[in-house]
């Protein structure tokens, strides 16, 4: 049987003496927890580290961000990828400041009602900015309960993150009452450390895809698996295997004209929406494929020449691209919505994804 207490205070102990120090954790006012919350959501902690700074920087609070116009902060949010997030977290920002006065809900229950806010991360702003007692379950989570309770069913069920978050609740400190009213300092607030602890020891110990430091875990003498099957604890958790993605060819093209180079706006519904690319066809074009489909496209190129391949993989598909630069004569732009602008306008004011990043690096001369 788990002594509920020593496990916490076990936990919290090694979390006080190896915790990660990290931007959003020493500042954790509501707001800037939720945007890190998004921000890490699909992405590593060290790639969010300069977004983070930067997007507070532009838009420190939710007033701003609700004001924000599109193509402000999309180009905050390029190169993060899975760009919903952003346009949620806009949606979002203008319902608080409609419905609750510009100050984001402490409850689970609000929050997870706002634009692009699920059970995880409504579950980890409440914990980590309100103090409420609820367990945020991620994947780190789900594989450190696989591992402590020896659960030997698939973790990527409704019923799994059920068992792991009652499991974790029943192990949880006492909720810390007001904890954003006691921020003059860094206040305790246990419940967000519980989960921020379980959130380290995954990423620093239960690890996944490799052998956990058993030797190096605070709670290791609560782990089933490692009780019972030491040396076996990359057995678990069970996760099904992945579904094979979808490979999709594309032709890209830098069209120029002098140092302008042609961009385009992509549709408003579908991958990318609304963001900036340059010009594309479906397929792999051979260089007179390639030159039909720009005169089709009243473009008129006067030299055309091979780029790099490129690979970009998103969750669901890869696009494998090929590339040609293309000189024209001086060009309206108006065609087909092209746009022609220079690198630096291209850099800093059109949201261009990470897709098309092997390509933007031809611009530079």
Partial sequence: MINMSEFADKLLAWYKANRRILPWREDPTPYHVWISEIMLQQTRVEAVREYYKRFLISLPDIASL????????????????????????????????EEYGGELPGDAEDLIKLPGIGRYTSSAIASIAFGRKIPAVDGNLL???????????????PAAIKEA??????????????????????????????????????????????????????????????????????????????????????????????EKTAVRKRPSKGLLAGLYEFPNAKGTLEQDDAVRWLKKHGVQPLRIHKLCSAVHVFTHKEWHMTGYEVR?????????????????????KYCIPSAFSAYLQCLDP
């Fill in 66 to 97: 609700a004001a924000a116009p599109e193509d402000v902060y999309l180009k905050l949010w390029e190169g993060l990828g899975y760009y919903s997030r952003i346009r949620n977290l806009h949606k979002a920002a203008q319902v608080v400041m």
């Fill in 143 to 157: 594989r450190i309960f696989a591992r402590l309770c020896a659960y030997e069913e698939s973790i990527k069920t």
């Fill in 165 to 258: 978050s009652d499991y974790y609740l029943s192990l949880m400190p006492q909720e810390t009452p007001d904890v954003v009213s006691m921020r003059t300092e860094r206040a305790e607030n246990l419940c967000g450390d519980f989960n921020q602890a379980l959130m380290d020891l995954g990423t620093a110990v239960c690890l996944p895809g490799t052998r956990p430091a058993c030797d190096q875990c605070p709670v290791s003498d609560f782990c089933r698996l490692h009780r019972e099957k030491p040396g076996q604890e990359m057995t678990l958790p069970v996760i099904p295997a992945h579904k094979e993605r979808k490979t999709e060819t594309l032709t890209v093209f830098l069209i120029r004209n002098g």
């Fill in 328 to 348: 024209i004569d001086p060009f309206d732009g108006d065609t087909d919505g092209f746009i022609m602008a220079y690198p630096e306008e291209i850099r800093e």
